[in-house]
């Protein structure tokens, strides 16, 4: 393949309706980040785009939910969201929002030339519609059974089980998700894109001219839809919150969100060329441009169905070279969830691991689901960190600038003759550019990690073999050589290591007084990518290093504990929400209530009731006389634990005998989910025995 003039590399929208979690990081984001780092360090021209997704029904549902605006939601959660990207180093050359005036105009505009060229079909169908809410049903207001797996929990547009992408009206026993309401039909006018009529060129483009190239998991996706055979999809809702389709009767109508969430990285590459002072159209619309979409496996359909075919009809762009989406990260096992709180959060882990951006990086590049759904676990992202990042990395660096400083006070020394190991040594360590490149290229990121990690196994190796700490007593010499040829090796990590590791290749960079492009250091040594390989000399004699700094850190258990102490808190907390809840009983008069005579009362003696599992004899003071109730708590409460408790009884319930002994009335009691008997009982304790309860 000849090597494009420029690059436009775009990351999934993120969807504005809450934080961004390691699932997000691993599928998407962290290895875009790598790609485009790593091509502009070879020397390409790279533009790197990405934006707030803010449309669309869960953004409006949240916003009801919370009894605040729909602006509100995106507003709060683009803020966060930036800045969790900025935190981890993703070097987005922009950041925008689907809200922004740009985006709007850019997507009404690509919609009109697609109405007037005559791509859409205008029809009036019936849609499923809430009379109590009364509002038509698309997308996620709508909840049914899926047509294709039998999913009883799909959304109105796509099935979260199977990934199948289907209309509303295709749900088997639909529920409005507003009212709960089985809705009914009613008609409205809506825009189609006939994907129907883009079969014969989908079939062409990806399943002939992709099926090489393309990862097998998404190549396979698209072949099951395409050979399902593909109907036209609604691109315009019945919605106030969106963009307003700019079309005779489009009123109240706006773009459905996935029509206009992909147009959002072409809107965000307008926004970066006008502040940049650049014309946008060669990254979108020049053959020499290479366009690469990273996304997860939910978003296949859009990006390599919906969009190529839009792309296509509006007929001046250019079309994805590849989508190399991922598979899904599950944590501890289960799969991620922004409404459980089954995730962890980048602000979070921010907060539990300060300054450690790059270990989290490393271990989800480790963990990537690249070909399948892989599992991110606590005790792993310990034993990445010790074993790899401290044990490895940086333990190596770490003997490199201890011994150069305590040797030579930090210069580098000039090496003699180099021995067969050491020749064989750097040439290894030449090889590598080309073999991480080569992984980075074919978007296997774990391998490219893993490289990285063996050109520092390499380094330590090198070390341990040739014992410089040793030699220094015989052969001072030679301790040079040695010492020289472990700092080119300390040189090339520090710039191969950036794409995966940016904060510690800075940091690396600063110890070896290596320029950066994010430093101010001015000795003009700066090594690219390239240069790994073909200069002889990355870091030369007698130049000044500084001292050692710590890379990575040791990560101990009971820290690793907090964390698997947090999940299982999150997960009590689920199961509690989750509990079910009685329905309400039969209504009774107010005469039925005022049958019941319940007082506060104290309990003065118990003693478990021989021969049981369950029942202690209470001696109860009522307030009109003391009396003995059996109560079904024992598994809750030993017999000493409630003496003395504030309770309330119910005094006038017919006595009954348990177990032979006469019980003459009822603790009122509740249980919480997880089986626990609680008392009620009056607050205050200035309730004295006797008084009544109306
Ligand atoms: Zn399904």
Same mark, same amino acid.
């Given at each position: 393949m000849n090597q494009p003039e420029r690059y436009t590399i775009t990351a999934a929208l993120p969807y504005t309706n809450g934080s961004i979690h390691i699932g997000h990081l691993a599928g998407v984001y962290v290895p875009a980040d790598i790609y485009a780092r790593y091509l502009r360090l070879t020397g390409n021209d790279v533009l790197f785009v990405c934006g707030s997704d /803010?449309?669309?029904v869960p953004i409006t549902i949240k916003a009801k939910s919370e009894g605040v605006s729909p602006q509100d939601i995106v507003d709060k959660y683009h803020a966060i969201i930036k800045a969790s990207f900025e935190d981890f180093g993703i070097t987005f050359d922009n950041y925008s929002r689907t809200s922004a005036k740009i985006h709007h105009k850019t997507a009404s505009e690509f919609f009109t030339t697609l109405n007037d060229k005559g791509e859409f079909v205008e029809e009036t169908t019936e849609q499923l519609f809430d009379e109590e809410a009364n509002q038509f049903l698309a997308d996620r207001f709508v909840i049914g059974t899926c047509p294709k797996c039998g999913n009883e929990e799909s959304y109105g547009d796509q099935c979260e089980n199977c990934g199948t992408s289907h209309n509303a009206t295709d749900l088997i026993n639909p529920k409005s998700a507003i009212t709960g309401n089985v809705p009914t039909l009613k008609q409205t006018k809506h825009w189609f894109l006939p994907l129907d009529k883009h079969e014969d060129f989908l079939k062409e483009w990806i399943l002939k001219g992709h099926k090489k190239d393309w990862k097998p998991n998404v190549y396979g996706q698209v072949k099951s839809w395409i050979d399902d055979g593909l109907r036209p999809r609604a691109?315009?809702? @019945?919605? @106030?919150? $969106?963009? #307003?389709? #700019?079309? /005779? $009767? $489009? /009123?109240g109508k706006v773009l459905y969100v996935w029509f206009d969430a992909p147009i959002g990285y072409i809107s965000s590459t307008k926004e970066w060329a006008a502040r940049e002072g650049k014309d946008w159209e060669p990254y979108w619309k020049d053959e020499n441009t290479k366009l690469v979409h990273f996304i997860g496996k939910d978003n296949i359909v859009f990006h390599c169905i919906i969009f190529p075919a839009m792309l296509k009809a509006e007929g001046s762009y250019i079309l994805p070279e590849n989508v190399p989406a991922n598979e899904f990260l599950n944590l501890e096992g289960n799969k991620l969830s922004t409404s459980k709180n089954w995730a962890v959060w980048l602000t979070e882990y921010l907060q539990d691991f300060p300054n450690q951006q790059d270990v989290l990086r490393y271990v989800l590049t480790a963990n990537a689901p690249e070909t399948k759904d892989n599992d991110f676990t606590w005790k792993d992202f310990q034993a990445r960190n010790n074993n790899e990042l401290v044990a490895i990395f940086g333990n190596f660096i770490n003997r490199v600038v201890v011994l150069t400083n305590k040797y030579y006070n930090g210069v580098v020394p000039a090496p003699n003759e180099l021995s067969p190991i050491d020749n064989e040594t750097l040439a290894t360590v030449k090889a590598y550019p080309d073999v991480i490149a080569s992984s980075i290229e074919r978007y296997r990121f774990r391998e490219a990690g893993q490289e990285l990690m063996n050109l520092a196994r390499l380094g330590n190796k090198y070390l341990a073999d040739e014992e410089p700490w040793k030699v220094i007593k015989v052969d001072e010499e030679r301790t040079k050589t040695i010492m020289y040829v472990a700092l080119q090796i300390a040189s090339a990590l520090a710039t191969l290591s950036e794409p995966f590791l940016p904060f510690t290749s800075n940091k690396l960079k600063g110890i070896l007084n290596l320029s950066s492009s994010d430093s101010t250091a001015e000795n003009g040594i700066e090594n690219t990518w390239n240069e790994v390989s073909t200069k002889d000399v990355l870091l030369p004699a007698n130049h000044q290093i500084g001292k050692a700094e710590l890379l990575f850190s040791k990560i101990e258990d009971d820290t690793i504990q907090k964390q698997l102490d947090k999940l299982v808190a999150s997960k009590k907390a689920n199961e509690k929400a989750n509990a079910t809840v009685e329905p309400q009983k039969d209504s009774i008069t107010f005469e039925d209530f005022t049958k019941l005579d319940i007082r506060v009362g104290t309990i003065l003696e118990a003693e478990k009731m021989p021969k049981t599992k369950k029942l202690l004899k209470l001696k109860v003071d009522t307030g009109i006389d003391v009396r003995t109730i059996v109560s079904g708590i024992a598994e809750s409460f030993t017999a000493e634990e409630v003496v003395g408790k504030r309770v309330t009884v119910l005094v006038n319930l017919a006595p009954r005998a348990l177990r032979g002994v006469e019980s003459q009335g009822m603790i009122l009691m509740t249980e919480t989910p997880d089986g626990k008997l609680v008392f009620v009982n009056p607050d205050d304790s200035k309730v004295s025995n006797g008084l009544q309860i109306s």
């Open positions: /803010e449309h669309g691109v315009t809702r @019945d919605l @106030d919150w $969106g963009i #307003p389709v #700019p079309a /005779e $009767g $489009g /009123e």
